[in-house]
């Protein structure tokens, strides 16, 4: 028999026998459903047929299942309710922020925005099942091309064929350096003062480690000056209150960071400051495109108390 061409019961079918089923009464279950009762018959008849088993014994005075039909209509029933989840998930998908976002983030922002894009989230679209993933920006990129992630809160730009960047907003780089350091706390510093510091860095796969490094060749810097290194922000600025060197830290952290000790001063370079901008990426023609696009707009208002200068909220997200 080729099973790929038998005939199926239509959904219609199953719906009068489900009724038939609860009700064992034709005329009760047609009401119930909203079909005549000669439709009703009709359709339990075909579905006997199409599956070839008796499913009801009909006698003059009631309606009874048959062992058969009394095992087939608790399929019957949880198909039914299994096209009822998936209409009802079908209607929730339709409906804008509801269903699960995955949202990828660096791990040079995750500790300083989180807090923000969670209470939005929160507060603004209760029904958005948010999934953060804190991934290295190589990482988050593979994800968000393979479909493994929706959105991305990153450094820009990254300059991926088919992924389309929402910029936020921009951020100056601010140096941190120990107690005591000639550079400590100073305003108006020269890129050029990078040059001979013990610059700390990030460790290899850090989008700010890239950063801070393109800063130091802007400031005529060529050569490798990093020889120690830390795999988060927090260990580096261990490190520079320890007396190791220097860092540079983007302005959403100083505050968070530079609390983790006494032995700390932030300095802020001369205008223009280097800086990042940070933007949401995701895939072009993405099918949520204008729910992105919305997203974008709200997190800038909300990141406004933020030392940052936003930027984008002309653009239109197709």
Do not use: W
């Amino acid at each position: 028999m080729n099973v790929g061409r038998q005939k199926q019961p239509s959904l219609a079918q199953l719906r009068a026998f489900a009724a038939v089923a609860e009700h064992l009464h034709f005329r009760d279950a047609a009401a119930a459903i909203g079909m005549s009762q000669p439709a009703l018959s009709g359709a339990v008849s075909a579905l006997e047929e199409t599956l070839g088993v008796t499913l009801l014994e009909r006698t003059t005075r009631k309606v009874l299942l048959s062992p058969a039909g009394a095992r087939l209509a608790v399929r019957a029933k949880a198909v039914l309710e299994e096209v009822g989840a998936l209409m009802a998930e079908a209607e929730a998908v339709r409906a804008p922020f509801t269903g699960v976002l995955r949202l990828g983030v660096i791990p040079t922002v995750a500790p300083y925005l989180l807090p923000t894009v969670l209470d939005l989230v929160h507060d603004r679209y209760p029904h958005l099942d948010l999934q953060v993933h804190e991934e290295k920006t190589a990482d988050l990129v593979e994800g968000l091309t393979t479909g493994r992630l929706d959105l991305l809160l990153l450094a820009v730009p990254l300059g991926v064929p088919g992924v389309v960047e929402i910029p936020l907003f921009d951020e100056d780089f601010v140096l941190v350096t120990p107690l005591g350091h000639p550079l400590g706390g100073r305003e108006g510093i020269t890129r050029e003062r990078l040059l001979g510091l013990d610059l700390l860095l990030l460790d290899e796969g850090h989008c700010l480690r890239d950063q801070a490094l393109d800063v130091c060749r802007e400031a005529g810097r060529a050569d490798a000056p990093v020889t120690t290194t830390a795999a988060g922000l927090p260990t580096l600025v261990q490190l520079v209150a320890g007396g190791l060197g220097v860092t540079l830290l983007p302005r959403t952290a100083v505050k968070v960071e530079t609390s983790r000790s006494t032995q700390l001063l932030a300095g802020y370079f001369a205008e223009p400051a280097p800086s990042r901008r940070v933007a949401l990426a995701m895939r072009t023609g993405a099918v949520r495109a204008a729910e992105y696009g919305e997203l974008a707009g709200a997190l800038r208002e909300a990141l406004r108390p933020l030392p940052v200068r936003l930027v984008g909220g002309s653009e239109t997200v197709a």
